[in-house]
């Protein structure tokens, strides 16, 4: 496959106070008629992360159609675990609601932070969230001990099915950890069984960071990841049930374009059908400092 670059559609730079810099993890919500509201993590000028979006016409995504006047996710009140910031992961309807399942940021001391997933629930078509409780929705626990990160969350064959990061280990410093992705099910959403198998493993000792999947389901599931080693980039495997993945890194069909806003690096994919087409939002230089872009799946 291989991925053709629309362009660079947003960059957070002070439009409001909780949006003066990064537009990571970008995550779509079509509006009808081809709009389409782009939900993304943005930070203040003390790094910490709310949720926010702007809206684009997939006919010509370039142009920005509207820009929050509100934040749809706030981080949480002190002490809880999201009160450091939080960072949109998944978002799925499901009947009325919108269900956003987030990363809830909680900074440490022997180590930079403590994450852990949210879920917040929105009644009025995601212009507002609310939390379903001040604790995680998953949380660390005796399969995941460390620390989690940016899940995806789908719905097939009757299931819901989460694919999230977590930490195998930590170490002296940020780069000497292990972060690869796991899966977990649930018959509703809210409830989640998880066992700790890894899904998503290193090729290599110089790999040693994965996280932000993104899902679609098909006649197989389908997965577009970062990893990182030297630097950050986007992967690609596929399985036939969700739960067994073959990495297929070289057939992700996206690379960085040299002197470009994504020359040094590709991060946090979310890929999304409209009609024939298949879309891909990403981050380039800075994991979100940088803004997001789009690309189009080429066909043959």
């Not at 629309?6 to 990064?22: C, E, K, N, R, Y």
């Not at 910490?48 to 684009?56: A, G, L, P, R």
């Not at 739960?243 to 374009?257: C, F, K, N, V």
Request: proline share 5%; net charge negative.
């Amino acid at each position: 496959m291989r991925w053709a670059k629309l362009g660079h559609v947003f960059v957070a730079s002070g439009q409001h106070d909780w949006m003066m810099t990064h537009a990571s993890n970008p995550t779509a919500d079509h509006r009808g008629n081809g709009v389409f509201r782009i939900y993304f993590s943005a930070r203040d000028k003390t790094n910490c992360s709310s949720v926010s979006w702007v809206e684009i016409d997939i006919g010509d995504p370039l142009r920005i159609i509207r820009i929050a006047d509100h934040a749809a996710l706030l981080p949480g009140t002190i002490g809880t675990f999201d009160d450091s910031g939080c960072s949109i992961g998944a978002l799925v309807t499901d009947g009325q609601q919108k269900l956003m399942y987030y990363m809830g940021w909680n900074l440490g001391v022997t180590v930079p932070w403590r994450n852990s997933i949210g879920l917040a629930v929105s009644q009025d078509d995601g212009d507002t969230f609310v939390r379903v409780g001040p604790a995680p929705l998953v949380d660390r626990s005796a399969v995941d001990p460390y620390s989690l990160s940016y899940p995806a969350v789908l719905k097939a064959g009757g299931q819901w099915h989460m694919w999230y990061g977590s930490h195998l280990r930590w170490g002296a410093s940020t780069d000497d950890m292990i972060h690869l992705i796991k899966h977990a099910t649930s018959p509703d959403g809210r409830s989640w069984a998880r066992d700790g198998r890894v899904v998503i493993e290193p090729n290599s000792p110089a790999e040693y960071a994965f996280s932000r999947p993104s899902v679609v389901h098909r006649d197989l599931y389908q997965m577009w990841y970062t990893y990182r080693g030297d630097a950050y980039r986007i992967g690609y495997a596929q399985s036939p049930d969700g739960r067994s993945w073959q990495r297929l890194d070289r057939e992700a069909g996206i690379e960085p374009t040299a002197g470009e806003w994504d020359g040094d690096s590709l991060s946090y994919p979310y890929v999304f059908d409209h009609g024939a087409n298949r879309y891909m939002l990403y981050c380039g230089n800075g994991y979100g400092r940088t803004g997001f872009g789009i690309a189009i799946l080429e066909t043959d």
